[in-house]
């Protein structure tokens, strides 16, 4: 099942989200759910508030980079069996220079920026059954990984920018949150007129 996704302004995006317990109901199911709203919006993560749901659950499949020409090899290596799914995810240590990539978001669509984050990130989660794993990621895959934790935090891409790009793209997010926005997939706008 396809979710439609919560689009920038909606308080879902804003709040802390919280732990679940292996007996969240139909857990599986949510998480396949979620892989296919992602791949339908081609998307490499989805966080569990961006589909209405304040728990800390996210998955990532970040497939498509191992395409882009100009990562290294070993890079694209890596990212081609990127499929994960994190549950009650904690950063345990952020590190290494900050380098900057263009992020964009399912929730703020046509809305792309330089974000600047740490290289090298040590991560502890649960996997889909439960196993914990404590695991250090770097690049892009940590990236990503970031991008979808702050998501669990409340936090977007958005308010990572300059208070100068935050002015320039003001008006931007305000026609996102009421609609006026193209996506290819469904979406939940939290200030649309009724009818749209
Ligand atoms: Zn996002």
Redesign the pocket.
Known sequence: MIFPIVAYGDPVLKKKAKDIDKEYPKLSELIENMFETMYNAHGV???AP?IGLPIRLFVIDAEPFSEDEELSEEEREQLKDFKKVFINATILEEKDEEWAFTE?????PDIREDVFRNETIKIKYFDENFVEHTEIYGGLAARVIQ??Y??IEGI??TDKLSSLKKRLIKGKLANISKGKVNADYRMRFPLAKKGR
């Open positions: 993560g989805l966080a961006q964009g978001c399912l929730s703020i991008h979808e702050d998501h977007l891409f």
